[in-house]
């Protein structure tokens, strides 16, 4: 599958990069509450692909657009994970109004972009790209 990123300030994505890296490390050392939300396995694959996206700009870059090729598997594993994690009232409560505020935007984009690779991919993929415009609906671009 193809997931397009961007494009968006870099800047931003390496606040939520970090941002995303801190909840990983609390809810790795604090794990009740996310039975069923959020597995080690996932924990990895979102570390894996965060080190991705914050590995491609470089430090004086101001604008950051990533492509690239992801197995449409992962993309759903890490897109559901991801539904689940942002809808998730353990989650919401390590989550500071002022974080929230300043790490939805790209966190929505993410969203999106998986949304739409997985809309490319065909019919099969629709079920969740569905469930997920259900529930977020007006705060995706499209």
């Given amino acids: 599958m193809q997931l397009e990123l961007g494009p968006t300030a870099a800047g931003d994505v390496r606040d939520w990069a970090r941002f995303a890296r801190r ?3 609390e809810i790795r050392v ?10 080690p396995d996932l ?12 590995s491609h700009p470089t430090p004086t870059d101001p604008m950051f ?5 992801i197995d449409v598997e992962l ?17 919401q409560i390590r989550i500071t109004d002022e974080e929230r505020a300043r ?20 019919s099969c993929h629709l079920h969740l790209v569905d469930q997920v ?3 977020l609906g007006e705060l995706l671009d499209h």
């Fill in 23 to 25: 909840l990983i490390c």
């Fill in 30 to 39: 604090e794990p009740d509450g996310f039975q069923g939300i959020a597995s």
């Fill in 43 to 54: 924990l990895s694959a979102w570390s894996t692909m965060i080190d991705t996206l914050d």
């Fill in 65 to 69: 657009r990533w492509t690239g090729k």
């Fill in 75 to 91: 993309a759903e594993y890490l897109l559901h994970g991801l539904h689940r994690c942002v809808h998730s009232e353990e989650l």
């Fill in 103 to 122: 790490h939805a935007p790209f966190t929505l984009h993410l969203i999106q972009s998986f949304v739409d690779g997985l809309t490319a991919e065909g």
């Fill in 133 to 135: 415009r259900s529930t």
